[in-house]
T-cell receptor, first 111, second 113 residues
Framework: GEDVEQSLFLSVREGDSSVINCTYT??????LYWYKQEPGAGLQLLTY?????DMKQDQRLTVLLNKKDKHLSLRIADTQTGDSAIYFC???????????FGGGTRLMVKP | DAGVIQSPRHEVTEMGQEVTLRCKLI?????LFWYRQTMMRGLELLIY????????DSGMPEDRFSAKMPNASFSTLKIQPSEPRDSAVYFC???????????FGAGSRLTVL
């Protein structure tokens, strides 16, 4: 079955860049997503990328996709304390709306 | 739109009691997902509906769990009888089947004593 893996934890200093990595196994993935979860809240969609793209930029966020290696990354430029949260990678196929989520990476931003 | 609305936000109950969690979809969405989040197991998909029909319930832990969509905009997840190991945050998410983007509710935190 599908599997999505992420590292558990990342700590950066305010103003630095953060890079959160994700690997997935389903070669039929059509869409790959990054969601953010703040304490006590639901998951909020940050951005997503089609599998035929290799990069997407949205303000401070840059998503890189290496489809050959099944590797997805999220780069947050100029990381702020408000970026502290859990970030979930997810993959979905065109077969339906079911997403497979990774275990989440907890990002801690130190002032 | 107010987004996906879940209730209650918090519930504390005793083992053996029935628990009902509720979810209101975003208007126009036709797919509904129930997830459970725990520290140990992360985010698990319990069940998925499309156009009010359950499509995949393979994640439902056991017969104590049941989910329904009595209409196109509302769903319930029922646990009867509840057990301490059911303690978790339960999320509902909805989407429009052509959009491939899930919108999550704020979650219902369940504690079973």
């Amino acid at each position: 079955g599908e599997d999505v893996e992420q590292s558990l934890f990342l700590s950066v200093r305010e103003g630095d860049s953060s890079v959160i990595n994700c690997t997935y196994t389903d070669s039929s993935s059509t869409y790959l997503y990054w969601y953010k979860q703040e304490p006590g809240a639901g998951l909020q969609l940050l951005t997503y990328i089609f599998s035929n793209m290799d990069m997407k930029q949205d303000q401070r966020l840059t998503v890189l996709l290496n489809k050959k290696d099944k590797h997805l990354s999220l780069r947050i430029a100029d990381t702020q304390t408000g970026d502290s949260a859990i970030y979930f990678c997810a993959e979905g196929s065109s077969a339906g709306n079911m997403l497979t989520f990774g275990g989440g990476t907890r990002l801690m931003v130190k002032p | 739109d107010a987004g996906v609305i879940q209730s209650p936000r918090h519930e504390v109950t005793e083992m053996g009691q029935e628990v009902t969690l509720r979810c209101k979809l975003i208007s126009g969405h036709n797919s509904l997902f129930w997830y459970r989040q725990t520290m140990m197991r992360g985010l698990e998909l319990l069940i998925y509906f499309n156009n009010n029909v359950p499509i995949d319930d393979s994640g439902m832990p056991e017969d104590r769990f049941s989910a329904k969509m009595p209409n196109a905009s509302f769903s319930t997840l029922k646990i009867q009888p509840s057990e301490p190991r059911d303690s978790a945050v339960y999320f509902c998410a909805s989407s429009y089947s052509g959009a491939n983007v899930l919108t999550f509710g704020a979650g219902s935190r369940l504690t079973v004593l």
